[in-house]
């Protein structure tokens, strides 16, 4: 799944469940804080901790491979693309 929703990232997790949330297996997602306060979505990762993801980050030309310190909450105030999945993804060998 992709999710592009300008800071609402939080009331669509919110929103689906865990049902929902548990048949999913990976979600790409843009960490921009600007748009994340705005829409006061202060707790994006650990929702997605919550939901039983880690998150792995997305540069240009590949992934790191490890995932993020569940401790780690916040991503700065530049514009980053994630990736929450529930087991280490198949490109990570």
């Known amino acids: 799944v992709k999710m592009d929703a300008q800071g609402y990232e939080c009331k669509i997790m919110e929103g689906m469940g865990s049902k929902v949330a548990n048949s999913i297996d990976a979600i790409k997602f843009e960490w921009d804080s600007k748009w994340l306060?705005?829409?006061?979505?202060?707790?994006?990762?650990?929702?997605?901790?919550?939901?039983?993801?880690?998150?792995?980050?997305?540069?240009?030309?590949?992934?790191?491979?490890n995932p993020q310190d569940k401790s780690r909450v916040d991503y700065?105030?530049?514009?980053?693309?994630?990736?929450?999945?529930?087991?280490?993804?198949?490109?990570c060998k």
């Open 37 to 65: 306060n705005r829409q006061n979505c202060t707790n994006l990762i650990p929702i997605f901790h919550n939901y039983g993801f880690d998150i792995y980050l997305n540069y240009l030309g590949g992934y790191i491979c």
């Open 76 to 91: 700065g105030p530049s514009a980053l693309d994630l990736f929450a999945a529930r087991k280490k993804p198949k490109f």
